[in-house]
């Protein structure tokens, strides 16, 4: 049997989308993006949300749209993709990393307050595997710390303290304490690249709370400025007749959405209750068969308090190494199972150690790293591949 990790869920609802947009004579930026924005706010209960080529470029336009940049300051976990800090540094703020917590895969919580100064400008939070991260802990530090805020703009200015900027690049359709990922953070950053629950191929979307004093369109408005080149006009707005004249207020950046990605997204949203109730019953599965394991730790998707999105399975085989763990994975890749690693700390990686940053700084984070396995789980696999994939890895483990 072969198990992959993680294919796209395509039916033929998607095929007609994008055949309908193909035959639309329109397969940019157009109404079905317009449309899948409109039904995205609508899901996370926001008034607004923009729909950019990728979650990356939604971290970045949102930092630009705080007037984050060259002498502040922006933290985020050790434990995490390249993107969740690489936007950091793209708008030329200095990258300030936190561990995780002993045994967690979420931030430190108790030291992050002690990285907050008055250049801090944003805490780029990760919601791990589609597990929403501690946000009354986040807001509860941030507020702590508001006597040393110094904003830069009047978005800044409005918000008065350090900036949530959740990257939900995982955590699309989980909920925190009865509200969705989403409506949680002050801005929120979703990915809808090929291996995600709900996907557009490439892409991504920036939702945001409301903010006392500023105008959710002038908000919509400046994050199309800044994905359009800073033209003041998008295509659809230039292709009515006589309509061609803009202007171009900043030198500003390419990241939107087609109605191509749109019109798969558009399907995959009609049918996203299904998936994560899916995805739901595989991880049960999962866990019933490893919960009388001493020797695994897995990741906790679903409590009292929050419901995950069920985007990845995450075992830690407990008081294992590196080499005891990548062997484990080229022994259950011989039944054709294909698992991963989530994450290699960043410390690990020539870009950040080449900006100064030490793996023996960030140990709690290791200790994740080094004995943690990820499972294939999509919503394409079967209950069959899921009973294959346990039974290998118990044949693996026992040796």
């Known amino acids: ?101 002993k045994d967690s895969f979420e931030m430190d919580y108790e030291n992050l307050g002690n990285l907050i100064n008055e250049r801090t400008k944003a805490i780029i939070p990760v919601d791990l595997a589609g597990v929403m991260c501690d946000y009354d802990k986040l807001f509860q530090v941030v507020n702590s710390k508001k006597y040393l ?49 709900l996907t557009t191929s490439e892409g991504g979307a920036v939702t945001w709370r409301n903010i006392n004093g500023i105008d959710n369109e002038e908000i919509y408005k400046k994050y199309m400025i800044l994905s359009l080149h800073g033209q003041t006009k998008d295509a659809l707005s230039k292709n009515k007749v006589g309509a061609w004249e803009y202007d171009i207020l900043e030198p500003a950046y390419k990241c939107n959405m087609t109605d191509i990605n749109a019109a798969i ?18 991880i049960e599965m999962y866990n019933k068969a490893f919960e009388n394991n001493p020797n695994l730790a897995v990741l906790n998707h679903y409590d009292n308090e929050k419901n995950s999105s069920g985007h990845l399975y995450l075992v830690r085989l407990l008081g294992k190494d590196v080499e005891y763990r990548n062997e484990f994975i080229r022994n259950i890749a011989e039944f054709g199972i294909a698992t991963n690693v989530h994450y290699k700390p960043l410390p690990m990686l020539t870009a950040y150690k080449n900006l100064g940053f030490k793996m023996e700084d960030y140990p709690n984070a290791y200790d994740m790293y080094k004995n943690e396995i990820t499972l294939p789980l999509n919503s394409v696999m079967t209950e069959e591949q899921v009973k294959y994939v346990i039974d290998k890895f118990n044949e693996v483990e026992r040796g």
């Not at 993006?33 to 899901?43: H, M, N, Q, S, V």
């Not at 995982?170 to 909920?175: I, L, Y």
């Not at 997204?265 to 595989?282: F, H, M, N, V």
Request: aromatic share 8%; glycine share 8%; with cysteine.
């Open 1 to 101: 049997m072969n198990v992959p990790f993680s294919p796209p869920d395509i039916t033929q609802l998607e095929i007609d989308n994008v055949i309908e947009v193909l035959k639309s004579g329109w397969i940019t930026t157009g109404p079905k993006t317009k449309e899948f924005e409109k039904r995205i706010a609508e899901y996370c209960n926001t008034e607004k949300a923009v729909c950019l080529n990728s979650a990356t470029a939604a971290m970045e336009m949102t930092l630009r749209l705080l007037g984050v940049g060259e002498g502040d300051e922006v933290i985020t976990c050790a434990y995490t993709y390249t993107a969740s800090a690489s936007v950091i540094h793209h708008v030329g703020a200095k990258i300030v990393l936190v561990d995780t917590a």
């Open 265 to 282: 997204g558009l399907a995959q949203l009609s049918r996203y209750e299904d998936i994560l109730a899916y995805r739901r019953k595989l």
């Open 149 to 197: 805020f110094k904003a830069n703009n009047e978005i800044q200015e409005a918000i008065g303290r350090v900036v949530i900027l959740a990257d939900g690049a995982h955590s699309f359709g989980a909920n925190y304490k009865g509200k969705m990922s989403g409506e949680v953070a002050d801005f929120t950053s979703f990915s809808f690249h090929a291996v995600k629950n």
